[in-house]
């Protein structure tokens, strides 16, 4: 009987359920989990991931099919399991869950879509090594004698780096004095790096020896059931990197692999500067950014031992690493960390999910930390920053009776750190130049004609844009409903300040830089360099949405501003006080490091009494992370129950209400409280409508609703509406 492989055929079509059954040929009857197959499936050839061994089949011999041939490289078998275990708890097909964790550059298609990449390299042989060392046995030029002299020094390098010409090389080769031939050559992604960073690890405050002790205990001693799971919890400025380099230093000390985790790489330069610094080449960084050929480089490094620590956003989480040991998150607060594409996974779930297969320690860290993360894992405090100095005072600015979107007091002070030639970081909550626009006769507000929300003024770009489907129109001069010339702007974006305070305070001695997404558009390294420019700007104001509040340490900034602390608490999320406090606290935390003279903050606000702002000023993370908890255990949110989201669009709002009722009737008493269905608001010309499940029992909450919206997608309706489902929504 020939053996059996079962195959998850890499199809999107979520009506198809595998894995198939495939007889496997002699020359295939060594695939195991993991290997990648092309398949034919359904008339055509597709790449399957083989999922499992089976000595016989259920389907009839002669209804077997034979894959075609294996495709290179095999994904591990670790990552496979993961991958199901994935399309399970965020209520997803599995091979939509297999997609994730491919090598970079393997698709839908059969054939890679990335190969290694050769060059022609030049090594010193023996007998050229004793040439050098023995000037008389060969005669040399001197060019020649550079070049020998430089691989022996060296070591080998690719043809076009000896410099010598081809020519000259093939001659020495000739003589048996270097090795010429084609290798496989590693493609290096260059990461930028802002500010230098020693690779001398630094001698660790009291407060991060004692940090230590237990991670380094756990390394050394795995628990094969429970393997420990720590919350790093340090206010901005403690040094948890440095908790987190020197835990990695112990894991790889003992043979062990690392993960590291960070909310997205164009902000964290930093942190993966400091782990290159560290530990250099054993370091393989993994995003999106990257040309394809450097990630499938850096994937092949991972998987084949060679890089021992992988850095990278959240789908860095699939890293193929073996042996893992240690698993860090840092700002484990990020909501990046939630991916937004079907599979709607949670890379901190994963994370941990993974260790816990792996027998790796767990090691979240944050100055903000989720209620979530304090209420589960083994918490770890630093209470004091490195450098000794306090945490900045916080002054929160009543705006209720504002009439300009910068306070009397926040003028004064952004005029105080120009004279004295300091930094400030000032936080916008929106992009663009307004809000909204309306006209002043007959209120017409400009709104997307696609999603039923306001277009923002864009005023560089001359356009007022849609931020959710990128709509764009140019600005309007006269009302489209009356006529009127009369167009009111509402609010002010970080475009409006960037511009008011560059008339008000800029020069070239002091800039005001502006990051944003929009800044973020201008291209691979947009980001870093807005944050490279502030970094060696001897004084200026870096004015961003969120972007300019995450984890940067810059030592020279004496004042942070929060424009408008509401933005964030408005919003109608059961996180959005978890939210504020964060943005408050990680922007205190940029402010008052190093340099002489005390930090400052100022937060302008129009509820200057919520318990998130007043908490965040007092730096009262322990008083705001009881409150919540207490909180959520009342009103049964998160830690203490899941929640599921299934939300249904169509071109028609009946139908998208008819089948999230549909869903509501299937899943039924599943022991889990159904909200809903509720309409959402369009979006990119879809009608929506949702539901929320509240569960205190997961497992089976999952399974119902992903039974009620596979049905729901197999019926008629099913036909006219999309379907889909997210466990955790952010
Ligand atoms: P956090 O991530 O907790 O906000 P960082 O890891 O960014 O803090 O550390 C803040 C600063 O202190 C960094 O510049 C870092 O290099 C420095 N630092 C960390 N630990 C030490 C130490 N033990 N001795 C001296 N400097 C340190
Ligand atoms: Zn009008
Ligand atoms: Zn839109």
Redesign the pocket.
Known sequence: MPPIARVEPLTTTRALRGPFDYRLPPALADVAVGTLLAVPFAGRELLGVVVERAAQSDVPDERLAEPRARVEPAIPAELVELARWIAAEYCSTCSRALQLVLPPGAGRGVAPRVRARTALVAEVSAQGRAALADGASERLTARQRDVLARLAADGPLPATETGADHGGLRRLAARGLLLLEPRAQRRRPLVQAVGA?SPH?????DE?RAALEPILAALAAPAADAPARFLLH???????????LQAAEAALAAGRSVLVLVPEIALAP??VA?FQARFGDTVAVLHSQLGQGERYDEWLRLASGEARIAVGPRSAVFAPLGALGLVIV?EEHESAYKHEGDPRYDARRVAAKRAAVAGAVLLA?S?TPRPESVHALARIR?RR???GRPLPPVEVLDMRDARHPLHPVTREALGDVRRAGRKAIVLVNRRGWSNFLSCRHCGHVWECPQCDVALVLHQREGAIACHHCGHRERIPTTCTQCGSASVARHGAGTERIETELAEALGDPDFPILRLDADTARGGKGAVARVLERFDVARAGVLVGTQMVAK?H?F?DVTLGVVLDADQTLRFPDFRAEERTFALVAQLA?RAG??GEGNGRVLVQTLSPDAPSIAAAARHDADGFLAGELERRRALAYPPFASLIRVTCSAEEAADAAAAAEAVRERIGAADALVLGPAPLFRLRGRERSQLVVKAARRRPAIAAVAGAVDAVARSALGRRVQLSADVDPQ
Do not use: M
Not at 201 to 205: E, R, Y
Not at 234 to 244: I, L, M, P, Q, R
């Open positions: 960073r690890a630094p001698a660790l405050t991060q340090g206010v901005t400025g403690s040094g948890k990197t440095e908790v987190y930093q942190t400091r840092d860290g100055a630093l920053r490195v450098d984890g340490d030592p935390g490091r190093g």
